[in-house]
């Protein structure tokens, strides 16, 4: 549903996005990653037509953003960061000025506006001024305002900043319900949201792209991913290692800490991990250590995010002239 | 089209919703009853007609208008609808086009509400229907143009005082250089008379002062229409060039 390719903005004489290039389907929901001043608004706002590229193309639906733009944008739905709104309009005011501007009329608008009240939760402030709603409120009707049109492409970014962890978690609900039949792109700097509702990730740091893959492809290459924490009884850990690390399965066993009784270990697989957590209890078993521990450690995807990606103290502040 | 109505209907709700509609209303209509009956003399020229009202209209709209399209693209900037709208499928003309005409509805509004002035000439004595017609319809472009060139000042600030300001400024000048006073100066300064037949051309006062007088002429409703067809214009080219 949404091509881009090769995506560059400059401001001025400073590259903000610098050649980006990925796709999203139907049914996908692509998270969008990286640190604040990477270039993911600018690069969502090219995805809506709102600022025009310097260089590259992006289509949606098949429809270049930048020479057919209205038709473009009949099919998606924004949610822009900080979910800006009239603030003096009510909410049932500006659900219709939004409806009615995606050509929606009569019936057909009032059922949408009807579904998008109820999926956000907002019967109770319909009536009520924009300026006067709590900031997860506008979140939502925002968020309202986006599916209004049942759009084939939704495109939120920071869907999830500002909202208490109900209605994070509600969000989150929504997003994935919506994923099935929908295009959907994500931004966020929430690593747990990456993993609870993303199909794939891209990464970009100072506007160029550093990764592109699945949640789980970005936890394997966690400088920590999938070792084993061990902690056994025994005085001393040399033994255990020893007998551990002549397992095929095993390449390095590592000293964490020695309490009173016990050992901590922490166990780093061979190659593959297949077999490697059964290969080591048995191991155990076999010599008559007694554990009080097993566990397999997944890759953390904030050490990951760090590796990736370089500190914005540097670069100053994402392009709003 | 469907989407110049539906901006129109927006904006015209969002002003008629806020208390600056009101309040420019009851300053507009106390203002311009100030200037036709104290200052312009309305009674005291003991002729039934309206000249001493509309005379007052280039000056009174150099601050009143401003205040109106000031907000139309700032305001927009500075609470960052600006990306909500032009992400939505609306084209550049469509919401430039929408915004103006919703301004200019107001406008006319105002305009209307001035009537008790018409009906007391008509009361006091039995006044020339043609002038009040043309000096109405000058009002009208003349609202028009500032309107345009407001929101032209608009586009390019998320500061609503700036954009007041620069478009005061303006249409000030659109006033002046045709203004006998100034052109007298220019006279005087031995300008050649070719460049003050030209300053007078493109002066509003020139061409209101026509139609406040009852002459209706074609040249002065293109140049007013032209002038705000302008200023819409550079407002569009504006925005397309300055999203962010």
């Not at chain 1, 009239?86 to 049932?92: E, P």
């Not at chain 2, 208390?19 to 300053?27: G, K, M, N, T």
């Amino acid at each position: 549903m949404i091509e881009a390719s090769n995506v560059r903005k400059n401001f001025g004489a400073r590259t903000v996005v610098g050649g980006v290039s990925f796709s999203v389907g139907k049914g996908e929901v692509l998270g969008f990653l990286g640190p604040n001043g990477a270039g993911k608004s600018t690069t969502m706002r090219m995805i809506t037509g709102f600022l025009p590229l310097s260089a590259g193309k992006i289509t949606i639906g098949g429809y270049d953003i930048e020479e057919n733009p209205v038709e473009a944008k009949q099919l998606f739905g924004y949610l822009p960061e900080n979910a800006p709104a009239y603030q003096d309009m009510t909410v049932a005011g500006f659900l219709d000025f939004s409806a009615s501007i995606r050509r929606l009329s009569g019936k057909k608008k009032a059922d949408a506006i009807a579904r998008a009240v109820k999926l956000c939760h907002l019967e109770n402030v319909l009536q009520q001024t924009i300026d006067t709603l709590s900031k997860g409120y506008r979140h939502r009707v925002g968020f309202a305002q986006a599916i209004l049109h049942d759009p084939p492409v939704l495109i939120l970014d920071e869907p999830t900043d500002g909202l208490d962890p109900n209605q994070k978690h509600e969000m989150r609900e929504l997003i994935r319900e919506m994923s099935r039949t929908k295009a959907i792109i994500v931004s966020t700097h929430i690593l747990e949201e990456v993993e609870a509702i993303c199909t794939r990730v891209i990464i970009i740091d100072r506007g160029k792209l550093v990764f592109n893959g699945t949640p789980r492809e970005l936890q394997e290459k966690a400088p920590y991913g999938h070792r084993l924490r061990l902690t056994v009884c025994a005085s001393d850990d040399a033994p255990v290692r020893a007998m551990l690390e002549k397992l095929p399965q095993v390449r390095k066993a590592e000293l964490l800490g020695k309490q009173e009784k016990t050992v901590s270990l922490a166990v780093y697989p061979a190659g593959s991990e297949k077999d490697f957590v059964s290969a080591v209890k048995k191991a155990l078993d076999e010599h008559k250590w007694e554990f009080c521990e097993l566990y397999l450690e997944h890759g953390r995807l904030d050490e990951v995010f760090r590796s990736l990606t370089t500190s914005d103290a540097v670069e100053g502040k994402e392009g709003a002239a | 089209m469907r989407n110049v109505l539906t901006i129109i209907r927006r904006e015209l709700g969002a002003t008629f919703t806020s208390p600056v509609a009101y309040v420019f209303l009851v300053i507009f209509l106390a203002l311009s009853g100030f200037f036709t009956f104290m200052i312009g003399g309305f009674f005291l020229r003991n002729e039934a007609d309206l000249s001493s009202f509309f005379f007052w209209f280039p000056w009174l709209f150099i601050l009143l208008v401003p205040a109106v399209g000031m907000r139309q693209w700032a305001e927009e900037r500075r609470q960052g609808t600006l990306e909500l709208l032009f992400t939505m499928p609306v084209s550049i003309p469509e919401a430039v086009l929408g915004k103006f005409l919703a301004g200019w509805i107001f406008l006319g509004i105002a305009l209307v509400l001035t009537c008790p002035i018409v009906f007391t000439v008509c009361y006091l004595g039995s006044p020339d229907p043609g002038p009040i017609a043309t000096g109405y319809t000058g009002c009208f472009l003349l609202a028009g143009a500032y309107l345009a060139i407001s929101g032209m000042t608009s586009a390019f600030t998320r500061n609503q005082i700036v954009s007041f300001i620069t478009s005061t400024v303006l249409c000030l000048l659109l006033v002046l250089i045709g203004f006998p006073p100034v052109t007298n100066l220019l006279l005087k300064w031995g300008a050649p008379a070719w460049t003050l037949d030209l300053s007078a051309d493109l002066s509003v006062f020139y061409h209101f002062t026509g139609m406040q007088r009852g002459v209706f002429d074609l040249r002065d409703i293109v140049y007013f229409l032209s002038l705000t067809a302008f200023a819409l214009f550079v407002t569009g080219s504006v925005l397309k060039n300055r999203r962010a």
